[in-house]
């Protein structure tokens, strides 16, 4: 049996760009042929590019289940990290392109798409008045998506609010701030302008709910039973804040939504903030970067720009 060290030493002399950009691709892709297209390779040429690696590594990477191949653990293994390191490698690349550029680095935040209407654009703010030379790319989606995109080093750090059940030991957590929650309507609604409204008056209307699974769903369901009523009209289920927004006006629409994202939006005139109390927050935006992996001085201070704003 080889040696720790040895096996080391082979893995550096041996592992090809090629092999390392088609494992990369098979982390993004279903299937081998798949990942040999996105990386303009034929499929047998691809096969063979993995049979050499297992064979030079003395190990089982890959083993065939029906007519697909699949990873054995130590192909997994494999696939994830070299994900990684050609994403280490293409981040590189965009620091030294900006830095050639004029710029002092480049740095990427992965964002919730409700940190996108307050708490990001303010970090931005801070950041282009005490660093304007960082070159920074903003990738907004689903918190899980981007949780994906944050594992295999696309970005660098990633702001949102968790769901309860998301635990990773590989992730590293800061809270940033904790938002209340509050009922909006469109700027017609007949409760708009309201300055006594109870929260059984709001029943009556139809309601959007947030989608199932959400944060924001668990809030809603909590303000029902500790309202003990529900809204007699649950037209919509949607978690996508343009579209609420625009349902909401010229319609009798209620919804629930993160107190700053409520204010940002009744400050356009888009929507009103129905006079009932805040509900308590389901749970903190946080920010999360790798374990283990240090932010460059770009991304730190984007990290604490972020901070700051939060503060705010």
């Not at 697909?68 to 997994?76: I, Q, V």
């Not at 690349?93 to 209407?117: M, N, P, R």
Request: charged content about 20%; proline content about 5%; aromatic content about 4%.
């Amino acid at each position: 049996m080889k040696s720790p060290r040895k096996r080391k030493t082979r893995l550096l002399s041996r592992l090809r760009p090629s092999q390392l950009e088609l494992l990369a691709a098979m982390e993004r892709t279903e299937t081998l042929s798949a990942a040999a297209r996105e990386v303009n390779l034929t499929q047998p040429a691809a096969s063979r590019l993995l049979r050499t690696l297992a064979s030079d590594l003395n190990i089982g990477l890959f083993e065939r289940v029906g007519r697909t191949l699949k990873p054995t653990a130590a192909g997994r293994t494999l696939v994830r990290r070299a994900a990684g390191l050609i994403a280490d490698i293409d981040r590189t690349q965009q620091e030294l392109e900006a830095i050639d550029g004029g710029l002092i680095g480049a740095a990427s935040i992965g964002a919730g798409v409700s940190s996108c209407y307050v708490i990001v654009p303010r970090a931005l703010s801070l950041l282009l008045t005490e660093a304007p030379r960082i070159n920074v790319t903003v990738r907004e989606g689903p918190m899980d998506e981007l949780l994906t995109r944050l594992h295999t080093g696309n970005i660098d750090i990633l702001v949102g609010r968790f769901s309860n059940h998301v635990q990773n030991a590989d992730i590293v957590t800061r809270e940033l701030y904790r938002p209340a929650v509050r009922a909006v309507c469109g700027p017609d609604h007949p409760l708009a302008r309201k300055r006594t409204t109870g929260w059984n008056d709001l029943m009556v209307y139809p309601w959007i709910l947030p989608e199932n699974g959400t944060a924001m769903r668990s809030a809603a369901e909590t303000l029902f039973r500790k309202q003990r009523c529900r809204p007699e009209r649950c037209l919509v289920e949607s978690s996508s804040i343009q579209t609420n927004v625009a349902l909401m006006n010229g319609s009798d629409l209620i919804w629930l939504l993160s107190a700053d994202v409520a204010e940002y939006f009744f400050k356009l005139g888009a929507l009103r903030i129905l006079n009932v109390p805040p509900q308590a927050a389901p749970g903190a935006f946080v920010m999360a970067h790798l374990r283990g992996r240090s932010l460059s001085p770009a991304a730190q201070r984007l990290s604490d720009c972020l901070v700051k704003a939060a503060a705010t």
